[in-house]
């Protein structure tokens, strides 16, 4: 089991910046992607970006040039930095790890608020 918590949600002006952090804890040894997905209401799940443990990013369309993945390896951390935010990116953002199985585990979400 693989337990995560996310911080660094908030309110932020359009061209703002924000970075997210997430915390993983548990079975850690067979992670093998780290990553962060966003949600609005009434939509499906989208990709933000991920990161493997070659530290191999992959990126949304969406977000590419403005948003990097990066982690810590020693704290077993994931972070987003979130540059030239808008309105548009508004939603809430889960932190997502996967292990060998496969096995999914995602973490409670943390709201970002792009408002003008």
């Known amino acids: 089991q693989v337990h995560l918590v996310e911080t660094g949600g908030g309110l932020v002006q359009p061209g703002g910046s924000l970075r997210l952090s997430c915390a993983a804890s548990?079975?850690?040894?067979?992670?093998?992607?780290m990553g962060w997905y966003r949600q609005v209401p009434g939509k499906e799940r989208e990709l933000v970006a991920t990161i493997n443990m070659s530290d191999s990013p992959t990126y949304g369309d969406s977000v590419v040039g403005r948003f990097t993945i990066s982690r810590d390896s020693a704290k077993s951390m994931v972070f987003l930095q979130m540059n030239s935010l808008k309105t548009e990116d508004t939603a809430t953002y889960y932190c997502?790890?996967?292990?060998?199985?496969?096995?999914?585990?995602w973490g409670q979400g943390t709201q970002v608020t792009v408002f003008s």
């Open positions: 997502y790890v996967i292990s060998y199985g496969p096995k999914e585990y």
């Open positions: 548990g079975r850690l040894f067979d992670i093998y992607k």
